[in-house]
């Protein structure tokens, strides 16, 4: 049988922590069902490419042939800012059901839908077309064109895409879970509702 072994050395209480701040990060960052060709599922609009920078947007299967912007340069300068000049990344993004009409009670468990993000995995190439160019490999990360929102047509739009599977019907929102240079939470930001649609 096992006994609680006698507590050696002095007995430090973990310091209490405050919750960290929920915040408006930028007024365009928002979550979505993306039309199948691009992903089929739930993402979060991150970033905006000005029409110029774009050289190739795959319709279909963008996880084989990946977007490729016009320039040599680091895909992370397209992601929103805060007032503060802030980029979003490094962050975890997690998900969590809400009740609908369709699921009047829901658990509110929090699932994890990406890795830490801290970069967008890219690679520099050459482009017989275009000339020097930066191709996007990232696995969570999508390039759209003329998607459109309600009454809004987007230009070239960076997404975080959630891989995780969802409840066809059912509503969620989804939590960006933004850290510091420490690696301590710096703040919580939560998205927009959105429908998991088939």
């Known amino acids: 049988?096992?006994?609680?072994?006698?507590?050696?050395?002095?007995?430090?209480?973990?310091p209490a922590r405050p919750l960290p701040d929920l915040n408006l990060f930028h007024l365009s960052?928002?979550?979505?069902?993306?039309?199948?060709?691009?992903?089929?599922?739930?993402?979060?609009?991150?970033?905006e490419i000005p029409r110029g920078n774009v050289a190739?947007?795959?319709?279909?299967?963008?996880?084989?042939?990946?977007?490729?912007?016009?320039?040599?340069?680091?895909?992370?300068?397209?992601?929103?800012?805060?007032k503060f000049g802030e980029r979003l990344f490094p962050a975890v993004v997690y998900r969590m059901q809400t009740v609908s009409g369709e699921y009047p009670e829901v658990s509110r468990d929090l699932i994890q839908v990406t890795p830490l993000m801290e970069t967008i995995a890219h690679a520099f190439a050459s482009d017989p077309q275009f000339g020097d160019v930066t191709v996007i490999h990232d696995p969570f990360i999508r390039v759209t064109e003329?998607?459109?929102?309600?009454?809004?047509?987007?230009?070239?739009?960076?997404?975080?895409?959630?891989?995780?599977p969802v409840v066809i019907g059912a509503k969620y929102v989804y939590l960006?879970?933004?850290?510091?240079?420490?690696?301590?939470?710096?703040?919580?930001?939560?998205?927009n509702i959105v429908e998991a649609t088939p």
């Open 1 to 14: 049988s096992w006994h609680v072994p006698p507590l050696v050395g002095p007995d430090v209480p973990w």
């Open 29 to 47: 960052l928002q979550a979505a069902r993306l039309p199948d060709n691009y992903f089929p599922g739930l993402a979060i609009r991150i970033g």
């Open 56 to 82: 190739r947007i795959p319709k279909e299967r963008p996880e084989v042939n990946p977007p490729v912007l016009r320039l040599h340069g680091d895909p992370m300068a397209y992601l929103y800012t805060n």
């Open 146 to 164: 003329g998607v459109v929102l309600g009454q809004t047509a987007l230009p070239h739009a960076l997404w975080l895409v959630d891989t995780q």
């Open 176 to 191: 960006i879970v933004r850290l510091g240079p420490n690696g301590e939470i710096k703040e919580v930001i939560p998205t």
